[in-house]
């Protein structure tokens, strides 16, 4: 592990859950004295890294801060409608892989998603696994 990130983790222990950047750099400048504070930039390189190798979370605020947390945080509970298109007929469910897929995206993106809408028609082709 490198020097940086052992630092990182110390400012992320420092920081507390639901922090961001910023609170990480202000947490390492209030522990690193004699050494140089890693630039924010820095930072934000290595928790990105972190977040790729699931080893932090990243939710995105509705003012579009990246928020950082060390377990996954509760989903809101979501009630998906798909409509397929011909018939009309809808189809509710409770589906955290697509929440989760959602935010995802949103954080990837530096988006805050407020409704998302999916159409479906009828599947008249086979998906059945290739040999």
Known sequence: MTRLRRRLLLGILKAGSGFTV????NALSKVMHEVRVPPQESI???LNLLVEHSILYKNVTSDRRWRYHTEPQP???????????????????????VVTSLQRFASAHRLNINEVSISVTQNTTDLSPIS
Request: negative net charge; without cysteine.
């Open 22 to 25: 910023v609170d990480v750099w």
């Open 44 to 46: 934000q390189r290595n």
């Open 75 to 97: 989903l809101q509970n979501y009630t998906i409608t798909v409509v397929e298109i011909e018939s009309g007929k809808q189809l509710f469910f409770n589906a955290s892989e």
